[in-house]
């Protein structure tokens, strides 16, 4: 098993050059938040800004997106060309509307990389591309069930994490990051531990800002991923080490709140910048 470091973390971050412009630096577009969890949109939109993205476009209901607006008026509100997706955080596959359906098909048929958190896991098989997928133990549960594992509890998978993040990825052909105080990113075949530095980032909303971040990573590096999808582990990584280093200085040692994570993220890319 690989231990991801700042060091790990540092080599696939890279400043804006003075031939970027902001399509050239990735833009990532969100299908999340819906009426029952608009929060999960606003905590994405943010992290995807925070974390480097040239452009962050969200496709969702209008009330979710008058509300990322109000808080980030820097987003693009339209569907549109985008280097990267986040599908599903916030939203529910029991309720899945048959616009959102359509809109989460598109994206994932469109063979750009896709950060699949949350109510889009049941889709994580669909389409073309490469994939991150972003369960927390009980949605990995869901996602093996789905898969014909059935019987399997969420305290199995926390028992053994390393073995049901592997049997998901070599099933769905995707890249599994399984959140927890330990987060693990694999391939199937490569496995890398990326340990929270504060167990404060346990509260609501921290994996929608993940995600947001993770999106942002895998536009910012789209071309690589296209010649080699095996990056994704390396991204899915860095970004899960940035969501701790962002959680820890939003925590100082006491409670935090999952949008002061995303808004340290900047900060902690400018560190491993410097
Ligand atoms: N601001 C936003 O918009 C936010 C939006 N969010 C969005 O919410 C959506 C659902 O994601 P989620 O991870 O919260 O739920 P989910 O995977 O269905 O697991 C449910 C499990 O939890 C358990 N459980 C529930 N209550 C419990 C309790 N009091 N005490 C103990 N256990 C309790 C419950 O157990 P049970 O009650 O069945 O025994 C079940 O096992 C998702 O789209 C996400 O993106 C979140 O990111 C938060 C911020
Ligand atoms: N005990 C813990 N210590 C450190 N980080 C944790 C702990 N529990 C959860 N996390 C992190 O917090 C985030 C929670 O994500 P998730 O379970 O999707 O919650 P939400 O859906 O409310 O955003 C993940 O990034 C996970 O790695």
Redesign the pocket.
């Given at each position: 098993m690989e231990h991801w470091t700042r060091a790990e973390a540092r080599a696939w971050m890279r400043a804006p050059a003075a031939t970027d412009d902001k399509y050239a630096r990735g833009v990532v577009g969100l299908v999340?938040?819906s009426h029952d969890?608009?929060?999960?949109?606003v905590?994405g939109v943010e992290a995807a800004h925070r974390a480097g993205a040239g452009m962050v476009r969200h496709v969702g209901p209008r009330r979710v997106g008058d509300l990322v607006l109000a808080r980030r008026p820097e987003t693009v509100v339209q569907a549109g060309r985008v280097q990267a997706w986040v599908l599903?955080?916030?939203?529910?596959p029991a309720g899945r509307s048959d616009a959102l359906a359509a809109v989460l098909q598109e994206a994932l048929d469109e063979g750009v990389p896709a950060v699949v958190?949350?109510?889009a896991l049941d889709l994580a098989g669909t389409g073309d591309g490469a994939r991150l997928l972003t369960p927390?133990a009980?949605?990995l549960r869901a996602l093996l069930a789905s898969l014909g594992e059935d019987g399997l509890t969420?305290g199995d998978v926390e028992a053994d994490p390393e073995r049901w993040a592997r049997l998901a990825a070599t099933r769905t052909g995707a890249t599994v990051l399984l959140k927890g105080a330990r987060t693990l990113v694999t391939d199937g075949a490569r496995v890398v531990l990326v340990a929270a530095p504060t167990h404060w980032l346990a509260t609501?909303?921290t994996?929608?800002v993940l995600a947001g971040v993770a999106g942002a990573m895998l536009a910012a590096h789209a071309d690589a991923i296209a010649r080699d999808a095996g990056i994704v582990v390396d991204l899915g990584a860095t970004a899960a080490w940035i969501h701790g280093a962002a959680g820890e200085r939003a925590s100082g040692g006491g409670p935090l709140v999952?949008l002061e994570v995303a808004e340290q993220v900047a900060d902690v890319v400018a560190g491993l910048l410097a």
């Open positions: 999340t938040g969890y608009p929060g999960a949109a905590l599903g955080s916030g939203t529910d958190d949350a109510g927390h009980g949605e969420r609501a909303g994996g929608d999952a």
